[in-house]
Structures are given as structure tokens and as C-alpha cells.
């Protein structure tokens, strides 16, 4: 069988987060799940955090929920469709929440000039085409108001195919979580600072994850399937299972954080 890499395009990005999404446990695999109360706490000591926020890509609402305790005024936005629903019914009856708005692939985001003070795109960069890393980025400072700051989180200069898996069905290689770039400070900060943005700090931070939630992942992770971009046949997570997980683990210890300002 002839081997190949998937060249990634928005329709088999869909395709492939459509059906992971089913994979049981992947709530406990969510980068704000694990690591967004360190995020916060280690944030905190760089700047202030001003509300409104929007969590940009905010899932099931994860970071939500933290900053909502934290008494912000907090809004969230998503492409995913099941977002929405699982958001505005699990926040509903917090005053703080300021609601969900739905988000189209190819779009502008559907906020005025200066509606949020601060904004928070977390492990968001390394999935996406280079057209849509450029656009988001402009987009986040456009709805930035003035002297509001972004916070970017990504994986440190990560070792792509430690993570590629092999599909037996139709011969595609791919990286187990559709990462398509890596980054280290001086390239992500190159891409932020692009869009407008003066940096406030730009370096892989110790962010300790919440150990409960870290080990339900990886067992989720030891017996996950991933599903095939090209032919949608489910691939046993081999690239786990391996000498790479003790280096994987090793590595989120230092994760990338970007905080910039407009």
C-alpha cells in the first residue's frame, strides 16, 4: 500500500472534528479542562484581566466556567454546533454570562470595533490553514478595544510526526490531533505581531495540570480510535502507544503562552 500525509483542507478539518467529538471521554482532553486554572493563575501575574472577555473557541465551556467564577463578565463563541446548546444551558442562570454567539468558517467575526477587553484563543493556531491563522488574528484585534490584551496558548515546539498515525485502510498519515504547525516563541510571536498586536510576553510557561482530569485523558488515550481524514476508517492511536507518550508528557509541561495587547 502506498503511505501518503493528508494534505489538510477545511472540509476534511470538519470532517475529522465532526467525528472525534464522538470519542468517549474527550471532554477530559480539553487544553481549558486540564490546564486553564494554571493558564489563568499564571496570566494573572503578567496582566489584569479587564471583562468583557470572549473566549474564542470555547467548546464545551471549560475556561468559561473559570472565568465566570472569577466574577467576569464573560462571553463565548464557536463553530462547533453542539456548542451552543451545551454553553447556554450549562451558564444560563449566571448573570455574568453575557451569552453565546455561533461563528461561520470563512467569516468575519460577528463583533464590533472594541467590544472586548480581553480575548483568549487557546490551542487554537496550530490547527489552522494559513489563510485562517492570518484572519483570526486580525480579527482578534480588531474587536480588541484599545490597550485590551490576547492570550494565545499553544503546544512548545512540538515534534509533529512523534504524534502521526498510520491508517491501514487507505495508506494516510496524520497527526493524531490535526496539528499542522509547530511553534516556538519567536515564530508564534512573528505571526501575532503580523497582525498589529506590541507583546507583553511571549515564552513557554510550567502550566500543572488538574491531575484527575489529566489522568482520565490518558486512559481515554490508551484505548482511543481517530478517525481517518481521507476515508473515515477509525485508526487504533498508535502513535501513544509508544516511546513519544513519555516524551508527549513530558513536553505539555511547558506550553506556549502569548499575551499581546492592541
Known amino acids: 500500500m502506498d503511505c501518503f500525509e493528508v494534505e489538510w483542507t477545511p472540509e476534511k478539518i470538519a470532517r475529522f472534528w465532526s467525528n472525534y467529538e464522538e470519542t468517549p471521554g474527550m471532554q477530559n482532553w480539553h487544553f481549558s479542562k486540564q490546564r486553564g486554572a494554571a493558564l489563568i493563575s499564571w496570566s494573572r501575574k503578567k496582566v489584569s484581566f479587564s471583562a468583557p472577555v470572549l473566549d474564542l473557541g470555547c467548546g464545551s465551556g471549560h475556561l468559561i466556567s473559570l472565568l465566570l467564577s472569577q466574577g467576569l463578565q464573560t462571553h463565548g463563541a464557536d463553530v462547533s454546533d453542539s456548542a451552543g446548546k451545551i454553553v447556554n444551558e450549562r451558564f444560563r442562570n449566571d448573570r455574568n454570562f453575557l451569552g453565546y454567539t455561533p461563528l461561520q468558517k470563512g467569516k468575519s467575526l460577528p463583533f464590533d470595533d472594541n467590544s472586548f477587553k480581553t480575548v483568549f484563543l487557546l490551542e487554537t493556531v496550530e490547527h489552522l490553514l494559513p489563510p485562517d491563522l492570518e484572519a483570526i488574528l486580525l480579527e482578534s484585534r480588531r474587536i480588541l478595544a484599545d490597550g485590551g490584551n490576547l492570550i494565545v496558548t499553544t503546544p512548545n515546539q512540538e515534534f509533529l510526526r512523534d504524534s502521526f498515525v498510520f491508517c491501514r485502510s487507505c495508506g494516510a498519515q496524520f497527526h493524531s490531533f490535526q496539528h499542522i504547525r509547530s511553534l516556538d516563541s ?64 513530558l513536553r505539555e509541561l511547558y506550553h506556549l503562552v502569548c499575551i499581546a495587547s492592541k
Open 186 to 249: 519567536s515564530s508564534l510571536w512573528a505571526q501575532i505581531e503580523k497582525a498589529g498586536f506590541k507583546k507583553v510576553i511571549c515564552r513557554p510557561a510550567i502550566l500543572l495540570p488538574d491531575l484527575s482530569v489529566w489522568l482520565l485523558a490518558q486512559r481515554c488515550r490508551k484505548a482511543s480510535f481517530i478517525p481517518c481524514p481521507e476515508c473515515g476508517f477509525k485508526v487504533v492511536n498508535s502513535a501513544l502507544k509508544s516511546g513519544n507518550q513519555i516524551k508527549s508528557v
